[in-house]
């Protein structure tokens, strides 16, 4: 197992994310209150102040696809907790990702032992103290260097192939509660990871691990990186799950 952590400019309010590889994929959603230490193998961002911040040349990448479960074009999804607009903002979410993804379907379920991918809340409680103890969890890298992590996603996945997820957000961070606009954004980057996308290393995408440069909104690339993913389905047509093809798709 290892833990990537990606050196950023210090941007107040920063979304990052920290991959854990083991045969348990997870995505770790993170905000960065003060950034000075990075750790961590195989950094895949270079440290920059300007927005070519990125080192390669723009891709999504691709970790795995959906086994059998979605045969049929569908998968289902639990929602777990939560006031009305934080499960709305999850809704609209999936929603958003069907309407750009063609072939895909969610359809929400009211047990989560039937479920696909289920999604929960966590009100906060995860740091030692008021100044970051809000999100799921929080992290001191050195000195004053504070992390707080605002969404999870665990997937369990054989050979490439997921059978299933598991989504965590936040609803606030810093001692902030997360609007609902800022909750949707978090809940469309992490169902993205539940579809089989790792991370965008390029500004500007609903993948990338800064949310200060996102868009809020499915690319084309993130559209292109999920028919990557499961193109023994969405793209085939076919009735037996394969692994996919590709590791990134460039944009």
Not at 55 to 83: E, R
Not at 105 to 117: E, H, L, R
Not at 179 to 208: P, R, S, Y
Not at 221 to 240: E, P
Request: proline share 3%.
């Amino acid at each position: 197992m290892m833990l990537l952590l990606y050196k950023l400019a210090i941007i107040p309010s920063l979304l990052v994310v920290a991959l854990i590889l083991s045969s348990m994929s997870s995505y770790t959603l993170i905000t960065l209150q003060h950034v000075e230490a990075s750790s961590g193998h195989h950094t895949h961002f270079k440290h920059s102040n300007n927005n070519n911040f990125f080192s390669t040349s723009p891709s999504v990448a691709v970790c795995c696809g959906w086994d059998n479960k979605f045969a049929g074009g569908q998968l289902t999804y639990n929602i777990i907790g939560g006031d009305t607009s934080s499960r709305q903002a999850v809704v609209e979410a999936m929603n958003e990702w069907t309407s750009n993804v063609n072939g895909l379907q969610f359809t929400q379920v009211p047990d989560k032992s039937n479920a696909d991918m289920v999604v929960n809340f966590q009100n906060g409680g995860g740091g030692s103290t008021a100044k970051h103890g809000s999100g799921i969890g929080s992290i001191r890298s050195s000195g004053h260097s504070y992390s707080e992590i605002l969404g999870e996603t665990i997937i369990s996945a054989s050979s490439g192939l997921i059978d299933n997820a598991q989504i965590t957000l936040a609803t606030t961070g810093f001692g902030s509660p997360l609007d609902t606009t800022q909750l949707k954004q978090v809940a469309l980057h992490e169902i993205g990871h539940a579809l089989g996308l790792g991370h965008a290393n390029f500004v500007g995408d609903i993948m990338a691990p800064a949310v200060n440069y996102q868009t809020g909104a499915i690319s084309k690339c993130d559209i292109n990186a999920v028919l990557a993913a499961n193109q023994w389905k969405l793209v085939d047509s076919g009735t037996s799950s394969q692994p996919p093809h590709l590791d990134h798709v460039n944009c």
